[in-house]
């Protein structure tokens, strides 16, 4: 089912599954939304016994849903391991949430100094960026991303503590 932004803003986690290229210079990205879920087991308070108290795990379980994001075509695309990602800069002109649009960015800045793209050719483009709790996903397209829903339950859950 083909669903809005705002759905996919109205989540509170993310986690990014997969990354693909269904066709040449296209982009497909899938996300697991991630809700607080209970307190550690007790597994994993021995395995871990410097657990902050009260910590929950952040799960993708049932009820969750899973974003589908296909952008037709893409300038540019990079993908960060989160604990290393830096904030957009203040004077960033865009909506700043887990899936943000820029029209203005540090990426945009980094593009156009990396590749000959202009809003004459190939036109127009913004910024997305895909915030995850394992990744950050930026993509500079032309193309708004057709974004699908699913409620089905990918077989590994993906916890975090």
Avoid at 62 to 86: D, K, M, Q, T
Wanted: glycine letters at 6%; hydrophobic letters at 35%.
């Amino acid at each position: 089912m083909t669903t809005s932004l705002e759905d996919i803003r109205a989540c509170e986690y993310f986690y990014l599954h997969s990354i693909s290229e269904p066709e040449e210079n296209s982009l497909r990205v899938i996300v697991f939304e991630g809700r607080v879920g209970g307190p550690p087991t007790a597994r994993q308070l021995t395995e871990n016994p410097y657990l902050p108290a009260g910590v929950r795990a952040i799960t993708h379980e049932p009820g969750c849903v899973v974003f589908e994001l296909v952008w037709e075509s893409y300038i540019g695309y990079s993908v960060e391991n989160e604990s290393y990602a830096l904030p957009e800069p203040k004077d960033s002109v865009g909506e700043r949430r887990l899936l943000s649009v820029y029209t203005a960015s540090g990426y945009l800045d980094y593009l156009s100094k990396a590749t000959w793209a202009s809003s004459d050719y190939p036109g127009p483009f913004k910024h997305w960026a895909l915030c995850c709790l394992n990744h950050v996903v930026n993509v500079v397209s032309v193309d708004e991303p057709v974004i699908r829903i699913s409620t089905r339950l990918y077989a590994d859950p993906v916890p975090c503590l």
